[in-house]
């Protein structure tokens, strides 16, 4: 324990060292979302970077889905692949845990070290930041840290006095849903480890090579329990052991040659801690705000980081990636990028890439359109080179026709609209009943069809949006039309969505509070939600309820219902309730916004104001739902700057009550500058609004005023008016 403490304190002055002026980094908390069900990774990476390194505990739960969670001590080893907000758990490959004496090679029980080789971490001590990652082993009375680039993560342990000190290579444990299939490691003389890890779960055939370098030679390598490789050592009282770690999807040779690029000597670990802080405060750097309230620069800043962690990179240094089609594939003059949360991010995250970064959304998209080719169609939810098949509906085509009507990307807008059209047209997963009946009838998919083809439907508004920029007059009508879908579905002696047979009939008993977690019609949502899934056809929704006026009191109604959610397995997923609004879900993230297409934009101000201020805040239980990859992050990103892009490949984002008092964003065309003032939490309503100086009377700004640099500003006040 005297060990364990002084090295913390070395270990705080370290990385104090690294960092002695205030900088963006700084007001990022990785432990933001750590509790509840936020599901966020922690650990040490670079943006997009392939290897998110950091802890794995022992519990593979639905709250373990990152390997980490707040209310839990244990850690099993420091693995190179993590989630981040997911439902599911996947990854955790290649995993490495020091240890000192015998142990147990199993992943172990909680409450007893005989059965593995766990240990509790000492959370008191933990040090969580951007690039960085520590924590003490109390069992083994060891150090670990570690950072990374891209493709390496680096490691430093510092051991106490003993001739039993060794570092295990953990093969066998992946998290959650994974189990291994095949796994070899070999050494190459007394310093390296080469292998691979062959395992299935929600990506189904995912391959893992690496290259392991020590700074000391081990005295022996012997594999334990066919998964484990021990490395013994023998240590002086706080001496240091350095391993880098490549990784490659595609072959060993691959994680030598990342290794060569990206670490080719031992670099002193506080430069590469250093460089990893750069590239964070680089990206960061590309949102500067003024705010007075400090815990809303840290929530702001943790959720852009957040939005950054994926998509991944998912190539080696020379551009070669693993396709969809299991096969190795030649450079293709991009940046490859797997981890595709689509059903989630389809909706702020990508909008808010291509406003921030358009030079890897010419990859992001690409890569998107190179999986097409291999699978042909575009992807659902991607995950190392394996399609996932998980949620509803198309939302890969959603994010392409995004990219293709704003334009702004690097893509052949022939070979993207192909990809959209024949992805719009698959009759797979319930698409072809759609096209037979006009919407999907429960009686011929029993489980989520409202939810199936209200996604569809979304994806075809978006689908019409990109024929229209191709001039395509014929196919925008077509899926126009196919976008209505919904209308089916609406019942207006209730005034809800609800699911119809293929003989017209509505489903019995109906109660819209009701949820049966992926076996009834919605998915993690019920009919309160998903009535209000039309993001793409507002006045059409309305018509449904018998006009504006009767939509908006329905509307208002969502918000002052009971929260409460019945059915014996309702889905945990419908969280963040403000009545039976669900911010904790993606269905809803649009629905506020909904007021401000209606024409009451006060209202959308009343609610945007409420979630940011009630349903995020600056503490390990920051986030109402699962982190979904970026999601829930980009709403708030987005939402307090005052936008959000509602419409499906809209290329225009609507205004809701910016909080932050100023934002400088790099764009495109420069510099693009919003200014909310009068800004205060009594002054929330938007009173009048001037682009680049002349007064400007429309609810939304478009992506290409946007992406072009200039100055928004918004004059905020007391009084519920219509501006425009």
């Known amino acids: ?168 290579i953990d093969l066998q444990n992946g998290g959650c849903w994974d189990r291994v299939v095949e796994s070899q490691m070999e050494s190459e003389g007394n310093i390296r480890i080469t292998g691979y890890r062959y395992s299935s779960g929600w990506a189904r055939d995912q391959k893992v090579y690496f290259v392991a370098e020590f700074s000391k030679p081990f005295e022996s390598f012997e594999i334990k329990n066919n998964h484990y490789g021990r490395l013994s050592f023998s240590t002086q009282e706080g001496e240091q052991i350095l391993v880098k770690v490549a990784i490659s999807p595609v072959s060993v040779v691959g994680a030598r040659e990342n290794m060569a690029a990206e670490m080719p000597s031992w670099t002193k670990f506080e430069k590469v801690v250093r460089q990893a802080q750069q590239a964070w405060e680089r990206e960061l750097g590309k949102v500067k705000i003024e705010q007075k309230d400090e815990s809303v620069k840290r929530i702001f800043y943790t959720a852009l980081y957040h939005t950054m962690i994926a998509p991944s990179e998912f190539c080696d240094v020379d551009g070669d990636y693993r396709g969809a089609d299991g096969m190795v594939h030649d450079n293709p003059g991009h940046t490859t990028y797997t981890t595709y949360s689509l059903w989630d991010t389809y909706r702020a995250q990508m909008p808010l890439l291509s406003i921030m970064h358009p030079e890897k959304m010419t990859g992001i998209i690409n890569s998107m359109l190179n999986i097409f080719d291999e699978q042909g169609r575009l992807p659902v939810w991607h995950l190392w080179g394996n399609e996932t098949d998980c949620m509803v509906g198309n939302p890969g085509l959603i994010s392409v026709a995004d990219a293709l009507v704003k334009g702004d990307t690097d893509i052949d807008p022939n070979r993207a609209y192909k990809a959209v059209r024949a992805t719009a047209m698959n009759k797979g997963r319930g698409n072809g009943l759609r096209m037979e009946y006009g919407y999907i009838p429960y009686d011929k998919m029993t489980t989520q069809s409202v939810a199936f083809d209200m996604e569809y439907a979304i994806a075809d508004a978006a689908a019409a949006a990109a024929a229209r920029s191709m001039g395509n007059k014929e196919d925008e009508k077509y899926f126009t039309e196919r976008s209505h879908s919904y209308r089916h579905y609406f019942d207006k002696s209730v005034g809800f969505i609800r699911p119809l047979s293929s003989d017209g009939k509505w489903r019995e008993p109906f109660d819209p509070f009701h949820s049966n977690h992926n076996a009834d019609d919605y998915c993690e949502g019920n ?128 205004f809701g009550s910016p909080i932050i008092d100023k934002a400088e964003l790099k764009v495109k065309g420069g510099e693009f500058t919003i200014i909310a003032e009068n800004n205060s939490e009594q002054n929330k309503y938007i009173q009048r609004v001037w682009l680049n100086g002349k007064e400007y009377r429309k609810p939304w700004i478009s992506h290409d005023d946007l992406i072009a640099g200039g100055e928004l500003r918004f004059e905020m006040g007391q009084e519920k008016k219509l501006w425009y």
């Not at 490959?93 to 766990?118: I, K, Q």
């Not at 507002?538 to 504006?548: H, I, M, Q, R, T």
């Not at 104001?609 to 920051?622: I, M, P, S």
């Open 527 to 654: 009919a309160w939600q998903y009535t209000w899934l039309v993001p793409h056809d507002v006045e059409g929704l309305a018509e449904c309820f018998g006009g504006k006026k009767a939509m908006i009191e329905k509307l208002d109604s969502l918000f002052t219902v009971s929260s409460e959610v019945t059915g014996e397995n309702s889905s945990s997923d419908i969280s963040g309730l403000i009545g039976q609004y669900a911010h904790g879900n993606e269905p809803s993230h649009h629905t506020i916004y909904l007021y401000a297409l209606a024409g009451e934009p006060w209202k959308c101000a009343d609610k945007v104001r409420e979630v940011l201020q009630t349903l995020y805040f600056d503490g390990e239980a920051g986030l109402s739902g699962n982190e979904d990859v970026g999601q829930m992050s980009a709403w708030y990103v987005m939402s307090a700057m005052g936008l959000y892009e509602v419409e499906p490949a809209g290329a225009r984002y609507w």
């Open 1 to 168: 324990m005297r060990l364990g403490k002084l090295l913390f304190v070395a270990a705080v002055a370290i990385f104090a060292s690294c960092t002695m002026a205030p900088t963006l980094t700084d007001y990022v908390d990785p432990k933001i979302g750590t509790g509840d069900h936020g599901h966020v990774f922690v650990g040490a990476n670079v943006p997009f970077g392939m290897v998110q390194v950091g802890p794995t505990s022992i519990p593979q739960d639905w709250d373990w889905c990152s390997g980490y969670h707040a209310s839990d001590e244990s850690v099993i080893g420091f693995s190179h692949t993590h989630l981040s907000g997911t439902g599911i758990g996947d990854l955790f490959d290649v995993t490495l845990m020091p240890v000192v004496g015998e142990v147990t090679y199993a992943r172990g029980r909680g409450d007893d070290y005989a059965s593995g080789m766990w240990s509790k971490a000492d959370r008191s001590k933990e040090v969580a930041k951007v690039g960085y990652y520590s924590v003490p082993l109390e069992r083994y009375g060891i150090l670990a840290e570690m950072t990374a680039t891209s493709r390496v993560g680096y490691h430093r342990y510092t051991f106490p006095k003993s001739e039993e000190a060794a570092i295990v």
